[in-house]
């Protein structure tokens, strides 16, 4: 296709834009809603999902080390447990560590304890490189030498890895089906403006125009339709999902916890929707004329 013959479909599908002004304010608000609810749900969803993994990474084993262990039985014990498949790093824990903990949690009171001889054991903490490997890591730990006692709490952590991996499956799920959604009611929006318009597309077929041509204007006239309606929606996303993210890295301070950085997420979702709204709206309208370009 020439240069000039495409600048001529930029402009026709311009002037339509302004001359259809009603439709065209209609396919944009609805273009508009669609987005929006999409960029909400899918900063929603991928943010429960950053959170779950923040909760799995949250799970470590703690070993306690018996108190016959010398520090040559400890450094060969922590040896052992770094050499074990999925582990990610041990890090040791004195038992004066311990005691300041337990101080911190359950109070002062228990500093007397300092004063005397301290009861807790030195310990372990080791994290495991994929969270789903802990209580196989956790179960291979307690069969060695040395090795008072493993927590990681079974039940809970298993039971908290279910829930975030039936979040996750639900999240693409509903993911999927808001996309299929935003095709159908967008792809719906422009063939209710090229409806509007078969007037115009049978006399352009009358005077000889071909089907190629007839087509540019419309297929530029919906990618625009789906670009300015894609504006609206990021303008919204940003601000609130700005406010939202200040308002919980306060919540999730001092937390290992913590919600996607609006740089580069925001620009992800952006473009996302950019592209959702330029590709349907412009698709969309090539598929909605061609009955009426059928012989």
Do not use: C
């Not at 639900?170 to 159908?184: D, E």
């Not at 190629?212 to 609206?232: D, H, K, Q, T, V």
């Amino acid at each position: 296709m020439k240069i000039r013959t495409m600048g001529r479909h930029i402009r026709d599908a311009f002037k339509s834009l302004f001359r259809n002004g009603l439709m065209t304010f209609g396919a944009i608000s609805a273009v508009s809603m669609i987005l929006l609810i999409v960029g909400v749900f899918v900063s929603l969803l991928f943010n429960v999902n950053k959170i779950g993994s923040d909760i799995e990474n949250d799970v470590n084993v703690r070993v306690f080390i018996d108190l016959a262990a010398d520090q040559t039985k400890t450094d060969e014990l922590e040896a052992k447990i770094k050499a074990l498949d999925g582990v990610e790093s041990v890090t040791f824990r004195s038992n004066d560590e311990e005691l300041e903990d337990v101080i911190k949690n359950f109070g002062e009171e228990l500093s007397l304890f300092k004063n005397d001889e301290n009861p807790l054991r030195n310990a372990f903490d080791v994290k495991a490189v994929e969270p789903q490997k802990t209580s196989a890591i956790a179960k291979e730990i307690e069969g060695m030498d040395y090795v008072a006692r493993v927590r990681y709490g079974e039940a809970r952590a298993d039971n908290l890895f279910r829930i975030v991996a039936t979040a996750r499956n639900i999240g693409a799920v509903v993911i999927l089906g808001l996309l299929a959604l935003a095709m159908f009611l967008i792809s719906n929006s422009i063939r209710a403006t090229i409806y509007a318009r078969r007037t115009e597309i049978q006399i352009m077929r009358l005077v000889g125009a071909t089907k190629a041509y007839i087509r540019w204007p419309f297929f530029l006239e919906g990618g625009m339709i789906g670009l300015i309606g894609s504006i609206i929606p990021i303008g919204l996303v940003w601000p609130v999902y700005l406010w939202v993210y200040k308002g919980g890295s306060d919540f999730f301070s001092g937390s290992s916890f913590s919600l996607l950085d609006p740089n580069p997420f925001l620009i992800y979702v952006s473009a996302g929707m950019v592209a959702i709204g330029v590709l349907i709206g412009a698709f969309g309208s090539v598929l909605s004329m061609r009955k009426f370009l059928k012989k």
